[in-house]
């Protein structure tokens, strides 16, 4: 099995936006509209929208923080990196199409209403490559949570 984002887990994130003294719980607890919280850890196959089990405790933490804020609505976005400019969006292995960003964030919401979540609680959108960081290639890989409502 290839995992997506493996090169993340190697090195030490150098975003402003990703407190790693702060767990999702205290993020989500301060919050306000308009916040966008990085989900760290969030793996997948390569080139598809598959989470792989790596990603199981974030998955759950993010279960449990969505349960505990039952006020607490979200959209979650998906970003893609290393495509050519004029690429805007990955190429999924599973549909044979250019929708990974939008497909891997559907993933996250498939598995929150699956486990009981209020769909009505969530949007998810893919941004393809549309939104980089500005950093190194592997940070701008990832889903994040914008709030909607707290």
């Known amino acids: ?16 936006e990703v407190d790693e003294s702060k767990t999702l719980e205290e993020k989500v607890k301060n919050a306000k509209v308009g916040d966008v919280i990085v989900l760290k850890n969030i793996y997948f196959k390569n080139r598809s ?15 449990c923080v969505l349960e505990d804020h ?3 609505k979200i ?13 805007k969006e990955a190429y999924d292995m599973d549909t044979m199409r250019r929708e990974l960003s939008s497909n891997r964030a559907e993933a996250v919401y498939d598995y929150l209403v699956r486990k009981k ?4 609680r ?13 950093k190194e290639p592997q940070y701008d890989r990832r889903v994040e949570l914008v709030v909607n409502k707290v």
């Not at 929208?49 to 933490?61: A, D, L």
């Open 75 to 87: 959209q979650i976005q998906g970003h893609i990196c290393c495509t050519p400019p004029y690429q």
């Open 122 to 134: 969530m949007t998810f959108k893919g941004y393809g490559n549309r939104k980089p960081l500005g």
């Open 117 to 120: 979540i209020d769909p009505d």
């Open 1 to 16: 099995m290839t995992i997506f984002y493996q090169e993340i887990k190697k090195t030490e994130p150098a975003l402003a």
């Open 49 to 63: 929208p598959r989470i792989v089990p790596e990603s199981k405790p974030t998955m759950y933490e993010l279960l």
């Open 70 to 72: 039952p006020n607490l």
